[in-house]
């Protein structure tokens, strides 16, 4: 089932961090297994309980009561040179106090993938509702997200290969009051591979990514960078990529363009210390587009802990750093664009833990726990809050 993007995606990394752990902890019994087993289907569920002590996450923002859930069905052939995965869900969320903000989001995703013969990629589809607090304004926000993306590897001679991708994605926020600006980005890139050893990629690349907001305003973005993928360091296995991006935005009429650069970073390393415990680390930086139309420049930095203490029993452990500098932005109304948030300086910083543990009741059942911390220092009082959250989660798979 697929979990929502979301511009500070700290405050329920904790919470999607002890889910996942929930699932990819049960056994893949197929509930259905045909065509001698390489067409299977699966069956997903869960039903959580918690407390989060800050729901628009804002300074004067009260706490509530939730109860969650999901049901899914998974799809996945193996069989001939195309392989399918496919997916179907729907997840609930009702609040004791804040009904106004009870959801019911459906989701759906098909991907078509070669893993075989001279050329190799995938074309993947996704169509979901999210229902999330959204930090930048302090509000709870409801969206529809669409997206297609494509992705292909050639390789050209001996140890060289290119690859590229070309993307679409849409926000598109159910919104009444016209504060939030739907946004449409694409995405265009090419990378090229060498095999410097038979555990380890370099490459160099270009990203060329499109954002059209609702409220008139586009930003373009340049980026080139060089990286390593597989074995990046010692134990360290990922890829990482680190290079410079030029973001140009324009504005309707007459409005002159501005102009920003900045260091542009994607790193995601494993650390197996040992059968029993391995961990993550994710670093970011990059520009991107806030749900108001307001172009920042974030960073970011997660380290991910996971302990396997017997065959049913463990752990996970999070913490997380980011920051959130608003560089312009062009809001509903506005006679033109304005420096940083509405006209102020505003800079975000956040902080956030998290610990989670699962337990498997039996082959198809397993009992999840997980509390997630995060503080939000800002240079605007209304934007500087704290947020704990606490639940507990039975989920299954068939």
């Known amino acids: 089932m697929i979990r929502p993007r979301f511009l500070h995606p700290a405050p329920r990394r ?3 961090g002890a889910l996942l752990s929930l699932l990819t902890a049960l056994p893949a019994h197929a509930l259905l297994r045909f065509n001698e087993g390489r067409d299977q289907i699966y069956v997903t569920a869960y039903v959580g309980a918690g407390y989060d002590s800050n729901v628009f996450t804002r300074a004067d923002s009260d706490g509530d009561l939730t109860i969650t859930g999901g049901a899914g069905m998974e799809y996945s052939r193996r069989a001939g040179l195309i392989g399918v995965n496919a997916s179907l869900g729907w997840d609930f969320g009702t609040f004791a106090t804040f009904s106004s903000e009870d959801f019911l989001n459906p ?30 304004v302090g509000l709870r926000t409801d969206l529809w997200n669409y997206g297609v993306n494509l992705n292909l590897r050639y390789p050209v001679i001996e140890r060289y290969s290119i690859a590229g991708n070309i993307g679409w994605s849409r926000s598109d926020y159910v919104d009444e009051g016209g504060l939030f600006s739907d946004l449409d980005t694409y995405t265009l890139g090419t990378d090229l591979f060498y095999s410097w050893r038979s555990d380890r990629d370099l490459f160099t690349g270009y990203r060329y990514r499109q954002s059209d907001a609702q409220f008139q305003s586009s930003s373009f973005d340049h980026s080139v960078y060089a990286g390593v ?23 309707p009429g007459a409005i002159p363009d501005t102009t920003n650069d900045g260091l542009y970073a994607s790193v995601s390393s494993t650390w197996p210390v040992n059968q029993k415990v391995a961990f993550t680390l994710t670093l970011s930086e990059d520009f991107n587009v806030t749900s108001t139309n307001f172009q920042t420049r974030g960073s970011s930095a997660d380290l991910v802990g996971r302990f396997s203490h017997t065959v049913k029993f463990s752990t996970n452990a ?17 006679a033109g664009p304005t420096q940083g948030f509405n006209g102020a300086d505003r800079t975000d910083h956040y902080l956030t833990a998290g610990f989670g543990a699962t337990y498997a009741i039996n082959s198809h059942f397993t009992l999840g726990a997980n509390y997630g911390y995060y503080q939000n ?13 606490v639940g507990v989660t039975l989920s299954t798979r068939w």
């Open 318 to 334: 999070s913490l997380g750093v980011g920051r959130t500098e608003f560089l312009s932005g062009y809001a509903n109304g506005a």
């Open 377 to 389: 220092w800002s240079d605007l009082s209304a934007y500087q809050f704290r947020r704990h959250s």
């Open 14 to 16: 904790a919470a999607a």
């Open 229 to 251: 993928s597989g074995r990046i360091v010692s134990k360290l296995s990922g890829s990482a990529r680190v290079g410079w991006t030029n973001r140009t935005t324009t504005y």
């Open 107 to 136: 989701s759906a995703s098909l991907e078509f993938s070669k893993g075989t013969g001279r050329t190799t990629g995938s074309v993947q589809l996704h169509a979901r509702r999210d229902s999330r607090a959204d930090p930048t």
